[in-house]
DNA sequence: GTAACCAGTTACCTTAAAGTAAGTGCTTTA
DNA sequence: TAAAGCACTTACTTTAAGGTAACTGGTTAC
């Protein structure tokens, strides 16, 4: 896993420029951990109750268990989600959000609202 | 542009995933309009009162003009963005949000938000 | 009159994300 | 004992996003 996180350009930065930037920055690292079409999905599965491996996989329509797989290893590696392996008969694994994937919750709530009135918008008219 | 809304999966639905797709289809929906590495730093440009294109352009680090002009395109098709050609001496062209684009505000601030304590843990650590 | 600014466009290329399909090793159920 | 479930992995291909660089056609400032 990458960790970059957005600092200053080369310019000679104004006002207005420099304002700008302390919005755009932070907003483009959160982009970075939680945009592409699958992390938020999981999360909010995750946090949904499914644990498992499948349960997940089948929560989410038309993912597959190749990307699941790969999303899930971001999430660990970025501390959001927590891999726990019970050595039952037999070995079951458990999916758990972090405390910290909890933190997501307001921009998970916006992103729902937005959706919910834009998807009102686009059908009303 | 393809305006696409997120729709039920085949499967049979429990509880739980009828549950979990109120969450995961408005979200898909709002990320299939603001996500991807731009449309949000554009925004948040324009709404610090970036409105010509190369100031844009100038206030957002290592964006490119092609990557711009395409990013302006859909934001304008999506109903975010406003363009207006002032036929002075030159000619001008303006760049504005639409009332419907402040509805974002909340998700760009969840955004900014998480974004800004994100960075702190990582650098903390 | 030439250099620079404006608002882009065009063609080409690289990379990353995602999809397809099949297979692995293990276990439990019918 | 064959089928199905679990938790994945592997190999290959497609698609989309984004980057590089040059160029257009107009305008204005030096």
Known sequence: MKT??????GETATELHTDCHKVIMPVRDALDVISG???LPIIIAVSRGHKRFRDIERSIPKITSKVLSKELKDLEAHKLVKRTVYD???VSVEYTLTAYAD??????NALQQWGLQHRKKIIGK
């Open 4 to 9: 970059v996180l957005h600092g200053g350009c």
């Open 37 to 39: 079409k699958w992390k």
């Open 88 to 90: 039952s008969q037999p």
């Open 103 to 108: 933190t997501l919750d307001s921009v998970i």
